[in-house]
């Protein structure tokens, strides 16, 4: 009798093809259900844990950054541009200039740094007695002496060097790390903000935002101090009820996900929901500095009579013990705009040596202990340390005060640690550290290269946002790879 079935189903009446096929398929289906577990399918990867690790654009140098932000705009000519010219001419005006006017209105003479450069390690680099710890880091360090910003305003100035756009709105750095790469630890934040023991800076979480990519993608901001909020178990709850309830949530949630394919709000939510759950083990653990050992403590001086040097120095071995614990992207910020210009930060106006002396302690020890524990440790050679301010200042004092006014013209950054040279200076201000003479450095390029250290090409990392391809370089940027090894 002839078959009615159709061609494509006759295969199936043969018991052994039958029977082989069948067993390959459930192993195939075991398999997948076990990728999927695991969020290894590519399907399922992006829709179900936005978070997962992902590979970069190509090979990179560094699998995670460190950024110290110094809020309040660092004098780059009282710490790390050292300037003869300025010693020879102190006191005279500024050739070329009749009167000059700046940010808070007209400029006094040239004034020379109040601290001593030396050389340093044997590279030999100048740096002042300001910051000795961390001139005793010299030989570890990448030099970018001709920085420029487009603002000198503070607020703006912080925005782009954090979000390369001036205005708010605009997601920042370790939120586009995060969004490209995600993270290496599912129990912790792909992006971590520290704020700085005495208060935010002065734009707050907009120097952390994930602007218009997804929400799971902003920093979580906490410190050494201040433990993340609202993660302990209500004492009215039990462990095992507490339990139970996650279990319950994680099936609704599946259920819901599953109903709602593609949807990657949805998808976001329920991993920071997720996310928050699992640290409530894995955030009061990082945080413990009691684990570190007395010699590490030491090292960093989180015992320091000084409570906010104190303070900075738990902020810095909490950077560490994040990033080893896989922790994508860390930036560590120093200074605060609780209290006006000078008094917690960097903003200084009227009196730069009695605010610097005060602020210099805070920084140069913690930070530079957070240099030799990744080197020590190894992970200084995956791992890319920045040091970043919103811009610099003049080499002027302000008429009538013995501060310096903004500049944006000309400044300083430093990077250390995964592809990047050693006891290296790259570009270069005029002869009084007023503006960027040699190579100049846009924060677009400063970007691009950050970017590419990760492993990611900064016009290829883009999100459709408002009907254009947003970057995080906008339509600008140039890696700088004289710097690159």
């Known amino acids: ?178 969004y490209a790469l995600g993270t290496e630890s599912q129990d912790l934040p792909a ?59 994680r099936v609704l949630n599946e259920e819901h996900l599953n109903r709602n394919p593609g949807d990657s709000d949805l998808a976001a939510r329920i991993a920071a929901y997720e996310l928050a759950a699992r640290m409530q083990l894995s955030a009061p653990e990082v945080s413990d500095l009691a684990r570190e050992s007395a010699a590490t403590r030491d090292l960093y001086g989180v015992d320091h009579p000084n409570p906010i040097q104190a303070g900075f120095a738990r902020n810095c071995l909490l950077a560490r013990r994040l990033l080893e614990r896989g922790v994508r992207f860390v930036t560590l910020f120093n200074g605060a705009f609780a209290m006006g210009e000078g008094v917690q930060n960097w903003d200084g106006h009227k009196r730069i040596k009695a605010d610097y002396d005060r602020h210099g302690p805070v920084l140069d020890k913690p930070a530079a202990a957070l240099l030799r524990d990744l080197k020590s440790r190894g992970m200084l050679d995956d791992t890319l340390v920045v040091w970043t301010t919103e811009f610099g200042r003049m080499p002027t004092f302000q008429k009538g005060a013995q501060g310096r006014d903004h500049n944006p013209k000309g400044f300083t950054a430093w990077l250390a640690g995964a ?40 016009e290829r990392l883009t999100y459709y946002h408002n009907g254009a391809q947003r970057r995080l370089t906008d339509v600008h940027g140039h890696v700088i790879r004289e710097i690159l090894v």
């Open 419 to 458: 592809g990047v040279k050693r006891a290296f200076s790259y570009g270069a201000t005029d002869e009084f550290g007023h503006q960027a003479v040699e190579k100049v450095v846009t924060v677009h390029d400063f970007h691009a290269t950050l970017l590419n250290l990760l492993g990611l090409d900064h």
């Open 191 to 249: 992006y971590v903000a520290i704020p700085d023991p005495r208060g935010v800076p002065q734009q707050g979480p907009a120097n952390w935002t994930n602007g218009f990519l997804p929400a799971v993608y902003q920093g979580t901001a906490f410190n050494a101090g201040q433990p993340i909020r609202h993660l302990e178990r209500p004492a009215r709850v039990n462990a095992s009820a507490d339990r139970a309830t996650k279990d319950f949530l």
């Open 1 to 178: 009798m002839k078959s009615s079935a159709p061609a494509s189903g006759l295969h199936l009446l043969d018991r052994r093809r039958f029977l082989g096929q069948m067993a390959g398929g459930l192993g195939n289906v075991a398999l997948c259900g076990l990728l999927a577990q695991e969020g290894l399918l590519a399907s399922e990867a992006g829709a179900t844990n936005p978070l997962l690790a992902k590979p970069p654009h190509f090979p990179a140098k560094a699998k995670r950054i460190v950024q110290i932000f110094c809020t309040g705009a660092v004098s780059h000519l009282d710490t790390f541009d050292y300037k003869p010219e300025l010693l020879k001419r102190d006191g005279q005006p500024l050739p070329g200039v009749d009167k000059l006017i700046t940010f808070q209105g007209e400029n006094g003479n040239l004034a020379r740094s109040p601290w001593e450069f030396k050389p340093r390690g044997e590279s030999g680099k100048m740096i002042s007695d300001l910051l000795p710890e961390l001139a005793g880091c010299a030989d570890d360090l990448c030099f970018i002496h001709s920085l420029t910003s487009k603002t000198n305003t503070h607020g703006p100035g912080e925005m782009f060097m954090s979000t390369g756009f001036t205005l708010e709105g605009f997601p920042s750095v370790g939120a586009w790390a995060a």
